[in-house]
C-alpha cells in the first residue's frame, strides 16, 4: 500500500531518516513533506523523532520494528514537482480513504474518488468484465454522513468509471489528490481525547493545515485556526491549548490523552504544521529545541555543546513556502544541467568562477564608493596631494586631506569613462 521499512537488527543499531526512504524511491527534493510512523507496543500509532537515534523513541526491543513512510504535511498537488511525490501523495490518500481516517463531504465524491481508484489502477471500465473487486474494496470509502449510505452507490461509481475511460493512471491519480485537497477533514493527524471539564465526554481533535478543530458526537465542529492559538503546553497526559474567541475573549482546552506519549505528540503535531503551513521560515528556537536527560544535565553543566543525553523535540526543518522554492530550484538547476549537457564538476566549477567574479566586482564597487558618505561614487581629487577618496559634495566641506592630512588647496571634479550606480550594487 504504501512504503515500509522493516528493521530486523537491533533497534540500537539504528538513526533512521526519512530522508534515506525517500531518495530510494526517487523523491530527491520534497522529502520533508514526509515522516516515518510507527505502532508501540500498546497500539498507538506514533511519529518518530528523526533527529534522534531510534533507542530513544522506541522502548521495545523485539524485533522486528516496522516503520511506515506517511505523508507527514499534505499540501494541494499543484505544488508537488516529482512525479515520485505525488505516486507517494497518492498511496497515502488512497490508504486513508480505504481506512476511513479521510472522510469525504458526500457520497457523490465517494463515488467519483473510487471510481478514480479504480482508474488509477490501469483498469478502464469494461461492461463485460467490471473490477468489482475494486469497487467492492473501494466502498469502504466513508462520507460524513455515513448513516445515508445511499442504495445506488455502485450504479454511481460505475457511472464515474465510464466517464475516465481511457485516462492515465497518472492523471487519475492527480485528480484524486485533487478531490481529496478539497475536503474538509483534508490532512488532519486525529487525537482521540476526553475533556477535563467533562471527562465522559470523547472528543475528536484534529490538527491540520489550517488548524485545530475540535468535535465529538454532542457538539458541532469547532474550528481554532493558528491565528487564534495564543500558547500551547503538554504536561504528562495532559494537552492545554489557549485561544481567542470570536468575541476577542480568551478561553482554554484542556484535555486528556491515553498516553504521555499522545500527549506529547498532540503538541508537536500543533507547533510542527502551525510552523511548517502558516510561517515564512522555521525559527532556531524551533529548531534547536531539545530536552536532556539526567545524565546529559549533569554533562552540559561543564560544556554546554555536548550531545550527551539530548534529544530533539522537533522534526520541522522547512515551512510549505521553502520546500517548494527549494525543489524548484534544484528541479530547474538540473533541467539545465542535462539540456546543456554539463557534467556536475563543469557546474561546479563555473560557479565557483562566477562566485569569484561576483566577489570582484563587489570589491570595485566597494572602492568606488565615496569613503565620507558611503552612499555617492567617487568624483573629486584633492590637490596638490592627488588623494581621490570622496564625492564632490563631501570634498567641498574637507579643509585637510583625510588620508595625508595635508592642507586641500584645490577640489577638481573628475569624470569617469563609466558610471557605478547604486541600482549596480543592488542588482549584484
Same mark, same amino acid.
Given at each position: 500500500?504504501?512504503a515500509?521499512?522493516?528493521?530486523?537488527?537491533?533497534?540500537?543499531?539504528?538513526?533512521?531518516?526519512?530522508?534515506k526512504?525517500?531518495?530510494?524511491?526517487?523523491?530527491?527534493?520534497e522529502?520533508?513533506y514526509?515522516?516515518?510512523?510507527?505502532?508501540?507496543?500498546?497500539?498507538?500509532?506514533?511519529?518518530?523523532?528523526?533527529?534522534?537515534?531510534?533507542?530513544r523513541?522506541?522502548?521495545?526491543?523485539?524485533?522486528?520494528?516496522?516503520?511506515?513512510?506517511?505523508?507527514?504535511?499534505?499540501?494541494?498537488?499543484?505544488?508537488?514537482?516529482?512525479?515520485?511525490?505525488?505516486?507517494?501523495?497518492?498511496?497515502?490518500?488512497k490508504?486513508?480513504?480505504?481506512?476511513?481516517?479521510?472522510?469525504?463531504?458526500?457520497?457523490?465524491?465517494?463515488?467519483?474518488?473510487?471510481?478514480?481508484? %479504480?482508474?488509477?489502477?490501469?483498469?478502464?471500465?469494461?461492461?463485460?468484465?467490471p473490477?468489482h473487486?475494486?469497487? *467492492?474494496?473501494?466502498?469502504?470509502?466513508?462520507?460524513?454522513?455515513?448513516?445515508?449510505?445511499?442504495?445506488?452507490?455502485?450504479?454511481?461509481?460505475?457511472?464515474?468509471?465510464?466517464?475516465?475511460?481511457?485516462?492515465?493512471?497518472?492523471?487519475?491519480?492527480?485528480?484524486?489528490?485533487?478531490?481529496?485537497?478539497?475536503?474538509?477533514?483534508?490532512?488532519?493527524?486525529?487525537?482521540?481525547? %476526553?475533556?477535563?471539564?467533562?471527562?465522559?465526554?470523547?472528543?475528536?481533535?484534529? @490538527?491540520?493545515?489550517?488548524?485545530?478543530?475540535?468535535?465529538?458526537?454532542?457538539?458541532?465542529?469547532?474550528?481554532?485556526?493558528f491565528?487564534?492559538?495564543?500558547?500551547?503546553?503538554?504536561?504528562?497526559?495532559?494537552?492545554? @491549548?489557549?485561544?481567542?474567541?470570536?468575541?476577542?475573549?480568551?478561553?482554554?482546552?484542556?484535555?486528556?490523552?491515553?498516553?504521555?506519549?499522545?500527549?506529547?505528540?498532540?503538541?508537536?503535531?500543533?507547533?510542527?504544521?502551525?510552523a511548517?503551513?502558516?510561517?515564512?521560515?522555521?525559527?532556531?528556537?524551533? *529548531?534547536?529545541?531539545?530536552?536532556?536527560?539526567?545524565?546529559?544535565?549533569?554533562?552540559?553543566?561543564?560544556?554546554?555543546?555536548? =550531545?550527551?543525553?539530548?534529544?530533539?523535540?522537533?522534526?520541522?526543518?522547512?515551512?510549505?513556502?521553502?520546500?517548494?522554492?527549494?525543489?524548484?530550484?534544484?528541479?530547474?538547476q538540473?533541467?539545465?544541467?542535462?539540456? *546543456?549537457?554539463?557534467?556536475?564538476?563543469?557546474?561546479?566549477?563555473?560557479?565557483?568562477?562566477?562566485?569569484?567574479?561576483?566577489?570582484?566586482?563587489?570589491?570595485?564597487?566597494?572602492?568606488?564608493?565615496?569613503?565620507?558618505?558611503?552612499?555617492?561614487?567617487?568624483?573629486?581629487?584633492f590637490?596638490?596631494?592627488?588623494?581621490?577618496?570622496?564625492?564632490? =559634495?563631501?570634498?567641498?566641506?574637507?579643509?585637510?586631506?583625510?588620508?595625508?592630512?595635508?592642507?586641500?588647496?584645490?577640489?577638481?571634479?573628475?569624470?569617469?569613462?563609466?558610471?557605478?550606480?547604486?541600482?549596480?550594487?543592488?542588482?549584484?
Amino acid at each position: 500500500m504504501y512504503a515500509t521499512l522493516l528493521l530486523i537488527s537491533k533497534i540500537d543499531d539504528f538513526n533512521v531518516r526519512v530522508l534515506k526512504a525517500c531518495e530510494y524511491l526517487g523523491i530527491t527534493h520534497e522529502a520533508d513533506y514526509f515522516g516515518l510512523k510507527y505502532e508501540n507496543s500498546r497500539g498507538e500509532e506514533l511519529w518518530l523523532n528523526l533527529r534522534n537515534p531510534i533507542d530513544r523513541q522506541v522502548s521495545c526491543h523485539a524485533v522486528p520494528v516496522r516503520f511506515s513512510l506517511r505523508v507527514k504535511f499534505w499540501i494541494p498537488p499543484h505544488l508537488l514537482l516529482q512525479d515520485t511525490t505525488k505516486h507517494q501523495f497518492y498511496l497515502n490518500a488512497k490508504h486513508d480513504l480505504l481506512e476511513k481516517i479521510l472522510l469525504v463531504d458526500n457520497w457523490d465524491v465517494a463515488a467519483y474518488l473510487i471510481a478514480l481508484i %479504480a482508474q488509477a489502477e490501469e483498469i478502464d471500465y469494461d461492461p463485460l468484465h467490471p473490477p468489482h473487486t475494486i469497487y *467492492m474494496q473501494a466502498s469502504s470509502v466513508s462520507a460524513i454522513n455515513s448513516s445515508e449510505k445511499p442504495q445506488d452507490l455502485l450504479q454511481k461509481i460505475i457511472h464515474e468509471h465510464k466517464q475516465l475511460k481511457g485516462g492515465k493512471r497518472a492523471s487519475a491519480e492527480y485528480w484524486l489528490l485533487k478531490a481529496v485537497s478539497e475536503q474538509e477533514t483534508f490532512g488532519e493527524e486525529l487525537f482521540h481525547v %476526553a475533556a477535563k471539564q467533562h471527562p465522559h465526554e470523547a472528543l475528536t481533535i484534529g @490538527v491540520g493545515p489550517h488548524g485545530l478543530s475540535v468535535s465529538s458526537e454532542t457538539r458541532e465542529k469547532q474550528l481554532i485556526t493558528f491565528s487564534s492559538v495564543i500558547s500551547a503546553c503538554s504536561h504528562k497526559r495532559y494537552f492545554r @491549548v489557549g485561544y481567542l474567541q470570536e468575541d476577542g475573549r480568551t478561553t482554554e482546552l484542556e484535555v486528556k490523552l491515553d498516553s504521555n506519549h499522545l500527549a506529547s505528540g498532540l503538541y508537536r503535531a500543533l507547533t510542527e504544521k502551525h510552523a511548517f503551513y502558516s510561517c515564512e521560515t522555521v525559527t532556531s528556537a524551533v *529548531m534547536a529545541q531539545c530536552i536532556r536527560d539526567l545524565k546529559g544535565i549533569l554533562v552540559s553543566i561543564f560544556n554546554e555543546d555536548s =550531545n550527551q543525553g539530548k534529544k530533539y523535540v522537533f522534526d520541522i526543518r522547512k515551512t510549505c513556502r521553502e520546500v517548494y522554492d527549494g525543489a524548484r530550484r534544484a528541479i530547474y538547476q538540473e533541467t539545465n544541467m542535462q539540456t *546543456m549537457g554539463l557534467s556536475k564538476s563543469e557546474c561546479h566549477n563555473d560557479g565557483e568562477n562566477f562566485k569569484d567574479s561576483q566577489e570582484k566586482y563587489l570589491r570595485l564597487l566597494d572602492s568606488m564608493l565615496c569613503k565620507i558618505c558611503m552612499d555617492s561614487q567617487i568624483d573629486t581629487a584633492f590637490l596638490p596631494c592627488g588623494h581621490v577618496l570622496a564625492c564632490n =559634495n563631501c570634498a567641498l566641506r574637507c579643509e585637510k586631506c583625510p588620508i595625508c592630512r595635508s592642507n586641500i588647496k584645490q577640489c577638481q571634479k573628475l569624470f569617469l569613462p563609466v558610471e557605478f550606480r547604486g541600482a549596480d550594487r543592488i542588482d549584484c
